[in-house]
């Protein structure tokens, strides 16, 4: 059974940093390397949006809004996608939800959600 478990969200000041880990567990190496995984994130009121991802064929993918500010990594060892997020501004306070797409194919797996607030 795949379930992905985010950590690492909480209360940031503007400008401060903030690193978000997704563990997913039920997913072999090769799926877990090989599929579009990553971060997007949905604030009040608004849609859900891509944040970071790797697209499951060597690359990665990032939201306009990012402009730099945000680095998607993994430890394939660990099953394991970090977010490290920089430079935050308020418009960042979202709840961040961890995405897995095995093999490229739906139904897509989500976490449960990590509250990010950026507020002074």
């Known amino acids: 059974q795949t379930q992905l478990v985010e950590s690492g969200g909480g209360l940031v000041q503007p400008g401060g940093s903030l690193r978000l880990s997704c563990k997913a567990s039920g997913v072999i190496l090769s799926v877990f390397n090989g599929s579009p995984m990553g971060w997007y994130r949905q604030a009040p009121g608004k849609q859900r949006e891509l944040v970071a991802t790797?697209?499951?064929?060597?690359?990665?993918a990032y939201g306009d809004f990012v402009k730099g500010r945000f680095t998607v990594s993994k430890d394939n060892t660990k099953r394991t996608v970090y977010l490290q997020m920089s430079m935050l501004e308020p418009e960042d306070t979202a709840v961040y939800y961890c995405?897995?797409?095995?093999?490229?194919?739906?139904?897509?797996?989500w976490g449960q959600g990590t509250q990010v607030t950026v507020s002074s």
């Open positions: 790797f697209t499951g064929r060597g690359g990665t």
């Open positions: 995405n897995l797409r095995p093999d490229g194919n739906p139904p897509d797996y």
